[in-house]
């Protein structure tokens, strides 16, 4: 049988994007693309001065959020909080289970993961991220892949996690809307007020707009530094506007189509690409080395787990922390609303337990499995093979995967491969972040009209293009930095809120259980 997709339910009414929602964080958008346009220097300079303030002064509060973030998926899953489901009692998964993780682990991160697996891990082999390990050695091997495996591990989905869950809890069990604003129902016993609210949905809107350029603009500029360095592309500013603009009508035609359409048969090809790469280097690669690799970098990465969650440098001086966990918690949290109301959409029928395993710990597994596979045989290639890789990553790190698969047969086949698989992660983030977008921005109407969400493309494809001109890869990752900041307070209490529905609702069904047991016994 055919699934049923509630995420594209046909209405005849179509709520009017005539909203304040809509209306302030268009024009806030529009304006800055504006200021890209216009003062492109004004622009790359006060973002970064605002971003190295918040993270010198906020860095702490970000590894301590997400710390927490963590602990609270984790009680949630094994505590009896687990049993609920996200629906109904009777209701099904809508998808199937290979469906619902291709595509949240494609809106999630995936094109990240192809920027960074081989990158991260060599880049931190030829700088170690701890003080008294010699670059380039076996121990700054090991390390280098434990802090990739932490990086992309469980703290990245745990954030997900807590918005993705909030949401589907109380769309589907509450009957509430699709909005961030909807969670924070239960903070307080006072009402929301409307005004409130709509701010609380302009920042989450304002945030999954910078969080998407940004990982938008690491995939251009990767895609330009392969179409360099395979075919010999010009590599400037102006050449990746134009891959912006044919991104810009995929992801659009993509998102009109829908989820079981698009969004659906995008994901599933990135998935089989995926599988597709990791089993051919697996081995075609050092089997063995990137086998024992993985066991160890995860027996690294449980071991110090506690430890590098809160590991700053505030005796040293040290920057790397903030240069990259710190960084990495900010850009997660500015794509956690997009990717929480994605999530949630496709998950209604499953339990929070199901919800937890699937999206806090699978994906990581898999960003894992790619890591030690590519960065895996990168660090074998520098060990024993002398291939210098690190030092072509030093000098581009958006070349970093291209210069890899040079170093094996089928380079020009696999370099294309690459470049399309980029192109799919790319573009399927960015037509479920349109379409989202079109949802947050229509009152929390599930089928927002192709006007919202072409809308949103354009402004999206004008951001991303911006930022590259002005600034590159630092000045998206300032912006990530500057909007992630208030995203988290509201995190901490979507979090409070819901705990406490799901307390109460726990204690309304004892008490039921109680007086129906009451009632019986008087019979």
């Known amino acids: 049988m055919r699934q049923r997709v509630v995420y594209l339910k046909k209405s005849k009414e179509r709520v009017s994007f005539n909203n304040s929602v809509f209306k302030i964080s268009a024009i806030i958008v529009t304006l800055f693309a504006l200021w890209g346009v216009i003062s492109p220097g004004g622009l790359a300079k006060n973002a970064s001065a605002v971003a190295s303030y918040i993270n010198h002064s906020f860095g702490w509060f970000y590894l301590a959020s997400v710390a927490g973030f963590v602990a609270f998926c984790l009680f949630l899953a094994f505590s009896k909080y687990g049993s609920i489901k996200l629906g109904q009692e009777h209701e099904k998964p809508e998808f199937s289970f290979f469906a619902w993780i291709s595509m949240l682990f494609a809106a999630g991160f995936g094109a990240g993961i192809v920027f960074w697996g081989v990158a991260e891990p060599l880049t931190h082999f030829a700088n170690p991220p701890l003080s008294g390990i010699e670059p380039k050695s076996a121990e700054a091997a090991r390390v280098a892949m434990n802090y990739s495996f932490f990086n992309w591990g469980f703290h990245q989905w745990s954030v997900f996690t807590i918005v993705g869950l909030a949401l589907a809890y109380f769309q589907?069990?509450?009957?509430?809307?699709?909005?961030?604003?909807?969670?924070?129902?239960?903070?307080?016993?006072?009402?929301?007020?409307?005004?409130?609210?709509?701010?609380?949905?302009?920042?989450?809107?304002?945030?999954?707009?910078?969080?998407?350029?940004?990982?938008?603009?690491?995939?251009?500029?990767?895609?330009?530094?392969?179409?360099?360095?395979?075919?010999?592309?010009?590599?400037?500013?102006?050449?990746?506007?134009?891959?912006?603009?044919?991104?810009?009508?995929?992801?659009?035609?993509?998102?009109?189509?829908?989820?079981?359409?698009?969004?659906?048969?995008?994901?599933?090809?990135?998935?089989?690409?995926?599988?597709?790469?990791?089993?051919?280097?697996?081995?075609?690669?050092?089997?063995?080395?990137?086998?024992?690799?993985?066991?160890?970098?995860?027996?690294?990465?449980?071991?110090?787990?506690?430890?590098?969650?809160?590991?700053?440098?505030?005796?040293?001086?040290?920057?790397?922390?903030?240069?990259?966990?710190?960084?990495?918690w900010a850009w997660v949290i500015t794509w956690s609303p997009f990717v929480g109301s994605f999530v949630a959409r496709i998950s209604r029928g499953r339990t929070i337990r199901e919800f937890v395993i699937g999206v806090l710990i699978i994906p990581p597994v898999i960003a894992f499995m790619w890591m030690a596979i590519f960065g895996g045989t990168g660090l074998y290639m520098d060990l024993f093979q002398n291939t210098a890789l690190s030092e072509a990553v030093s000098k581009d790190v958006a070349t970093a995967i291209f210069v890899f698969l040079q170093q094996f047969p089928l380079y020009g086949i696999l370099s294309l491969l690459m470049l399309v698989l980029i192109m799919i992660f790319l573009v399927t983030s960015a037509d479920s972040t349109i379409y989202v977008l079109g949802i947050m921005t229509s009152d929390g109407n599930e089928n927002p009209s192709n006007a919202v969400k072409a809308i949103w493309g354009v402004l999206i494809a004008a951001i991303t293009a911006v930022l590259i001109i002005s600034s590159g890869l630092e000045g998206l990752q300032s912006v990530a930095l500057i909007a992630a900041l208030p995203f988290t307070v509201i995190m901490i209490l979507i979090s409070i809120s819901l705990f406490k529905s799901m307390y109460s609702e726990q204690k309304a069904e004892k008490q039921d259980h109680v007086n129906i047991t009451t009632q019986r016994k008087a019979q």
Do not use: C
Not at 198 to 203: A, F, V
Not at 289 to 317: C, K
């Open 172 to 328: 589907f069990r509450k009957k509430s809307k699709l909005l961030v604003s909807e969670t924070l129902g239960e903070v307080s016993k006072k009402r929301i007020s409307s005004k409130l609210k709509t701010s609380i949905n302009i920042l989450a809107v304002i945030a999954t707009v910078t969080g998407v350029a940004t990982s938008l603009g690491m995939g251009v500029l990767q895609i330009n530094a392969g179409l360099n360095y395979v075919f010999s592309f010009p590599n400037n500013p102006w050449m990746q506007v134009g891959i912006v603009g044919v991104m810009f009508i995929l992801y659009t035609l993509s998102a009109i189509t829908g989820v079981d359409k698009g969004i659906k048969i995008l994901s599933n090809t990135n998935m089989f690409l995926v599988i597709g790469f990791m089993l051919f280097f697996l081995f075609k690669g050092p089997t063995v080395f990137i086998l024992e690799s993985f066991v160890l970098a995860v027996g690294d990465y449980l071991h110090n787990f506690v430890q590098m969650s809160f590991y700053l440098t505030p005796y040293s001086g040290d920057k790397w922390v903030h240069d990259w966990t710190i960084f990495y």
